[in-house]
């Protein structure tokens, strides 16, 4: 398309409709209009198989010879990988392609060619991951990465939906943090002109603040952390949902959780099907995910441990192998509850029943997936914070609205933060999080 | 609450349902039990009415000194605001109570009393606006504050419900990016490992890639911009909601944002109409809000401006006193189209009929509130592109990703993004951007 043509849909009018290879089936036996672009181009003598994609799909084209002019028909058998189109053809059911409609292709035009000296470089062949990563603005549109995005998509908003219908507001944290709270080294740090400030690792203590003034709240948004870990489980930025709950206690927040990662699955499940099948995902392990989930205490995961061959000692936090061994128990999430408080942070509610433990709870994805989300119940007693405050050598001073929390108005108040990215991995079964978000941030990768 | 009781829904079992007071109207004529904290007290003689909020809204009880015991009239009569608590007691349908139904109190619980000698520092009478920042975390639990919180969720989840249903896929693009693009001298630097990092003012430039990818894409998400202004316009860290789409043009993304607009507003009034009231808000305002939106070009708007006295000259830039001036003149947002290049990002597309002019549209809000979306047709020619990246001495290397859109498979393509926070600012018909957002962040603010 010339530079002077502003409109490309102009071509179109007084012809057929402008349709999308998602809604395909309801134009059958009719002509209609697509715009996107080739994804790949299969001759066979008289016939050629273009295959096209407009960002909501792929679609089988057939440029017979003796149905198109000579000049199409060129035109077509001239085309590259991902030049961009607008192709003009008949709507056919076909129960041998993919997706079970084609398109009897009559006109074709091309806007931009990708010149074949030059042509597009990501092709079919197999790549190397350092090469794919340096070229995620165009790795994007390869069928396997638009189907893990598109899940994402579903993912973050059945989160919100859950949420919002069942009364929670969103209340967005901020991103800009004073004062560093539990130490610098795996904080971002930035100028804030006088100022230092740090990128959040969390909303959740913003969130304490907001479930009291809301009752019940979550945040959601990017989350920071610059760790020099190099692992399949770590991103330098990655989203986090976290509701939070006024009058809420551990117990509420398991219930929540469950329901929560239970209506998130059945809404992949039901919309992003046919990406699921893209992915080879085993749907029948996701079908099984109903409540309730499987819940044990710390205390009996370190048995399972043991039993695994595993030289935890009580006391210990999990790794990621740890993890995974707990997690492949259970068919289903397992909810493990009841940490020792030396491992947790110094805000977690101590069990009433035994105070050397904390009200916290992971919840472990099966698969080996790990932990998908970690919450509990928080310290609602001033006297108590202040002096887990004092005893971990935490500047009282940038604490002082959060105590605040506890002298106006104190409520037992609990919430959790879920992962975006770990539980795309987990969903759409991924080896490594780099292809849960558009624009990976990891150790040695900021671009493009 | 003592600390040892972790269940504070344990006292409700067997007796009254917990409800909250957004449902109140539907537990008419039966006892429950709402989980809060009080608001206001006022005495009358034998009668309390204190007002309870439990973050779903405002609740008139009444505490007749003959109706309960002489323990419970003493508790209620020395409750402190924003005590905590747990009120049993039977819905009562009043004309003349706010909200319509008042609670004749049985039972009271206190969960934590706020000390007498140490009250609630946020009392009805008037405070500083800077005292009131600095107990963010507190001010947001008075009427207004919370009023416009919940607008703002209205206002997030109608952009990503339209966006949803008109097929947009959400990609979420980096916070973190690399080599500055335009000057760093409104940039939040970060030390990303080995390399300077920069906080993102728009996702824009990526989600020219998505939409290459997905057709129609979104991002929603924090901004950043280290500006040195002190206005009640600016903030450093703000929302912005950016829908994407190929195969469009500047009159599409005009039509789109005129929907949207339309479509948020609906929304709010729909769900929020309490909220609105609460704000004094002139409903009517927003009432009239229909597509078509007035538009005109930049040329007519310089001369709506010289024919109000304004000293500006063809080419010029709006300042916040002109965008105010020509919005004043329309009562619905008025879209300026066309504006001169030269005062446009180097990646806007040319009008084709004036190559001095750049297809970009503001939408500026009425009753003064100036602009609140930014769009237009991006360049979509390669070489059109790579000589406005070297006419305007930008670092070439950075934008090779950039550039590879307009290489393989370039479309005609547009977008625009709306800034949240002046979105509920107009919407609320708010004074200063600084209550639109939970936790502001400006100059010289970065606390709680």
């Known amino acids: 398309m010339s530079q002077d043509d502003p409109s490309p849909a102009g071509v179109t009018k007084g012809l057929a409709p402008v349709v999308t290879i998602e809604q395909i089936a309801n134009w059958e036996g009719q002509e209609v209009i697509i715009r996107g672009w080739l994804y790949n181009l299969r001759e066979a003598g008289k016939l050629l198989f273009p295959i096209f994609r407009d960002g909501t799909g792929l679609l089988q084209g057939v440029v017979a010879k003796n149905a198109v002019t000579p000049e199409i028909f060129a035109l077509a058998k001239g085309l590259t990988q991902e030049s961009s189109l607008l192709v003009t053809g008949k709507v056919r059911a076909d129960a041998r392609a993919p997706g079970g409609y ?3 292709v009559s006109h074709l035009q091309v ?12 092709t079919p062949k197999e790549h190397g991951i350092e090469f794919l990563m340096d070229h995620r603005h165009l790795w994007l549109r390869s069928q396997r990465q638009h189907a893990i995005l598109r899940i ?4 973050s908003k059945a989160c919100r939906d859950y949420l919002d219908g069942e009364g ?10 004073p004062a560093a709270c539990e130490g610098t080294t795996t904080l971002f740090e930035t100028q804030y002109f006088d100022e230092k400030a740090y990128l959040t690792q969390s909303g959740q203590l913003y969130s304490e603040a907001t479930a009291a003034a809301f009752g019940k709240v979550y945040c959601f948004g990017p989350t920071f952390r610059a760790e020099k870990s190099k692992t399949r ?3 330098t930025e990655f989203w986090m949902v976290e509701p939070e709950a006024a009058f809420a206690t551990l117990e509420d927040m398991m219930d929540l959780a469950e329901r929560f990662v239970t209506y998130i699955i059945k809404q992949v499940l039901e919309k992003r099907r046919p990406e699921l099948e893209a992915l080879e995902r085993d749907v029948s392990r996701l079908e099984q995910i109903e409540p309730p989930f499987p819940r044990i205490t710390y205390d009996e995961a370190v048995e399972i441990l043991k039993r695994k061959g595993s030289d935890i000692r009580w006391g210990g936090d999990f790794g990621g192998t740890d993890e995974t061994l707990i997690g492949e128990e259970f068919s289903k999430p397992v ?3 009841r940490f020792p408080a030396s491992i947790k942070a110094f805000y977690m509610q101590p069990d009433p029943e035994r105070s050397e433990l904390a009200l916290g709870v992971d919840m472990l994805a099966p698969e080996g997936y790990g932990e998908i989300i970690g919450g509990g119940q928080r310290v609602s007693d001033y006297n108590l914070l202040l002096s887990r405050i004092q005893e971990q050598n935490l500047p009282r001073e940038a604490f002082e609205w959060y105590l605040d929390l506890r002298k106006y108005g104190s409520v037992p108040h609990a919430g959790f933060g879920m992962g975006i990215e770990r ?12 292809e849960t978000i558009p624009f990976p941030r990891m150790l040695y990768r900021l671009r493009p």
């Open 102 to 104: 084609e398109l009897d």
């Open 111 to 122: 806007v931009q060619l990708v010149p074949a000296e030059e042509p597009y470089p990501i």
């Open 152 to 155: 994402r998509h579903e993912i």
């Open 168 to 177: 929670y507001t969103l209340v967005d944290a901020p991103i800009l943090t």
């Open 233 to 235: 489980r770590h991103l």
């Open 335 to 337: 909810l493990v509850h």
């Open 423 to 434: 539980a795309v991995a987990w969903i759409c079964s991924l080896e490594h999080v780099r």
